[in-house]
């Protein structure tokens, strides 16, 4: 327990760490708040909002809605807010719209600004794809101003992202620190040293993994808590995040994919950057070799496909991403057990570098 402390109090310690802990928590900041809550409009009776206040105006105008969608509920939607249709060039989104008549055009008209079409038929809902998804499981579609869980998965992606950088220049010291500095045979030179080293830099290893994966989740958790709101979470993935889906998932059952996917993707990079350490003598050679090993499926997906494209996909870079469940819904257990196992290989290859050092 006493090693496990040291390791973990040094890797807290870290300045590398405190400094890039502000930064990325920084920048989560400034892209919620500029990319996101900025991004945000709504034109009620006339008047066009933006950034923070549309959010709020958008959450009001949805209270009066909320319940179960039907029909009746779509018509007075239509009644009191109209139908968007104007559009500018190279702006996303109706700029005439809220949230409540954007979600009709795009569920119950033919009227896609992605592709500037003016809607100009309407839908009943049991015509509608999202009337036919929900009759295949049996519910009923719940409208809410969903925006929040929506912000919530495109913001998780990039907080994870970050975090991950925050894994390789941290754990990448773990190992190679020791040999750069020429610790380790003093290390090796006690009996505890030789017994107990090596699992609590593993163990302080995760322990900082899983504390980065829970710091990002927690700050964007609260961040759309505190600005949007997080209502309509009993809906289907689709309805939520307004991304169509092969099958109808409730969004629960998404999200604790996505986080399940997200969380082993960090400790499967844990594993690599320990693996990596334990076979480089300096720091920065291990920063640079982990960063080259995180990004190159990226390069790899671009150029193969088949059984390579299956194995690229459950690297940890991938696994944050969150088109991810989307893409391997049907086989992401498959996938979840392809990354455990190539965890477990990069960890026991570490252990035996490291080991074969003590001997040498």
């Keep these: ?55 709020q105006m958008n959450r009001k105008i949805t209270e009066e809605f909320e319940g179960d969608l039907t029909d009746e509920k779509v018509n007075q939607i239509i009644e009191k807010y109209g139908l968007p249709a104007k559009l500018e060039e190279n702006m996303p989104g109706w700029r005439d719209g809220n949230f409540l008549n954007d979600f009709v055009t795009r569920y119950f008209t033919n009227g896609a600004w992605e592709n500037g079409v003016l809607p100009t038929e309407r839908y009943f809902l049991g015509e509608t794809e999202l009337g036919k998804a929900y009759d295949e499981i049996g519910k009923t579609p719940y409208l809410a101003y969903t925006t929040g869980w929506k912000v919530f998965v495109e913001m998780l992606q990039f907080g994870l992202i970050l975090g991950s950088i925050l894994i390789i220049c941290g754990v990448s010291t773990i190992f190679a620190e020791e040999s750069q500095t020429k610790m380790l045979p003093l290390i090796f030179s006690t009996e505890e040293g030789r017994r107990k080293d090596v699992p609590a830099k593993i163990l302080a290893s995760f322990t900082f993994t899983i504390f980065i994966f829970m710091w990002f989740v927690l700050v964007n958790f609260v961040l759309c808590w505190m600005i949007y709101g997080l209502k309509g979470f009993e809906n289907i993935s689709w309805m939520v ?50 960063a080259v090993c995180w990004g190159l499926p990226v390069l790899i997906r671009m150029f193969f496909g088949g059984i390579i494209w299956l194995i690229v996909d459950s690297m940890p870079i991938f696994l944050v991403m969150t088109g991810i469940v989307n893409d391997i819904y049907e086989i992401w257990y498959i996938v979840l057990g392809i990354n455990v196992c190539f ?17 040498a």
């Excluded at 889906?245 to 998404?254: A, E, N, T």
């Excluded at 993707?265 to 920065?284: E, H, N, P, R």
């Excluded at 965890?343 to 001997?359: D, E, R, W």
């Design 1 to 55: 327990m006493r090693l496990y402390k040291m390791e973990l109090f040094k890797l807290f310690q870290n300045k590398i760490f405190k400094v890039g802990m502000l930064a990325t928590t920084g920048l989560l900041f400034l892209y919620f708040w500029f990319a996101e809550v900025g991004g945000e409009i709504s034109t009620v009776d006339g008047k066009f909002y933006s950034g923070y206040e549309a959010v």
């Design 343 to 359: 965890a477990i290989g990069c960890l026991v290859k570490g252990l035996v570098s490291y080991k074969t050092k003590q001997f």
């Design 241 to 290: 995040l307004s991304q169509h889906m092969l099958q109808p998932v409730l969004f629960l059952k998404y999200l604790g994919i996505l986080l399940g996917l997200a969380f082993q993707a960090l400790l499967s990079l844990c594993t690599i950057t320990l693996c990596v350490s334990a076979y480089q003598d300096s720091s920065f050679g291990a920063v640079i070799i982990v």
